[in-house]
């Protein structure tokens, strides 16, 4: 059996919290652990990241890749972003400060959600989650509303400090 392990969020986590899975492939276990340059780096738009496994598992996988494209610019902003630490403090930082705009606006008007360190936030919509997408777009904020367990959620990514305060007091507004 193997065991794939999608890591795309682990940077977002202080060092010393950081377990990742990438130890047990050192170990020959059949791991496939897999990272993206898209969420703490802030590459999405590039489309890149990669798996680290046993090579005989790399091998098999690679005949399923297709004709992904990677482009060099990609490959470059990948490799100089790669291990930059003062970056993702940085970004842990600001992201930090965002997010608790939005938790703290939460907190506030009780509604449980699921706690997260990451770039994103999820908890139950409170009215009608279409009515909360539209008025949400006139007002200039693109969130999502997921139906989960036979109800509509609220999915927003973190953005800026100043855009999180416009987002909360615009939630606020389409809510009320």
């Given at each position: 059996?193997?065991?794939?392990?999608?890591?795309a969020?682990?940077?977002?986590?202080?060092?010393?919290?950081?377990?990742?899975?990438?130890?047990?492939v050192?170990?020959?276990?059949?791991?496939?652990?897999?990272?993206t340059?898209?969420?703490?780096?802030?590459?999405?738009?590039?489309r890149?990241?990669?798996?680290?496994?046993?090579p005989?598992?790399?091998?098999?996988i690679?005949?399923?890749?297709?004709?992904?494209?990677?482009?060099?610019?990609a490959?470059?902003?990948?490799?100089?972003?790669l291990g930059?630490?003062?970056?993702?403090?940085?970004?842990?930082?600001?992201?930090?400060?965002?997010?608790?705009?939005l938790?703290?606006y939460?907190?506030?008007?009780k509604?449980?959600?699921?706690?997260?360190?990451?770039?994103?936030?999820?908890?139950?919509?409170?009215?009608?989650?279409?009515?909360?997408?539209?008025?949400m777009?006139?007002?200039?904020?693109l969130?999502?509303?997921w139906d989960?367990?036979?109800?509509?959620?609220?999915?927003?990514?973190?953005?800026?400090?100043?855009?999180?305060?416009?987002?909360?007091?615009?939630?606020?507004?389409?809510?009320?």
């Amino acid at each position: 059996m193997t065991v794939y392990a999608d890591e795309a969020y682990l940077e977002f986590l202080e060092p010393s919290q950081q377990r990742s899975l990438v130890e047990l492939v050192r170990k020959d276990v059949n791991v496939v652990v897999s990272r993206t340059f898209s969420k703490i780096y802030g590459l999405a738009g590039l489309r890149i990241g990669y798996i680290i496994a046993r090579p005989e598992l790399i091998r098999r996988i690679a005949k399923y890749a297709g004709d992904i494209p990677l482009s060099q610019p990609a490959i470059a902003a990948a490799r100089a972003s790669l291990g930059d630490e003062p970056f993702m403090k940085l970004v842990r930082t600001k992201n930090a400060e965002a997010r608790a705009v939005l938790t703290g606006y939460l907190d506030q008007h009780k509604v449980g959600y699921g706690k997260t360190v990451t770039n994103f936030a999820f908890w139950p919509a409170p009215r009608d989650g279409k009515m909360i997408l539209s008025k949400m777009e006139e007002k200039g904020y693109l969130m999502r509303i997921w139906d989960y367990q036979q109800r509509e959620w609220c999915r927003v990514s973190i953005g800026t400090l100043d855009e999180m305060k416009g987002f909360v007091k615009a939630f606020d507004e389409v809510t009320a």
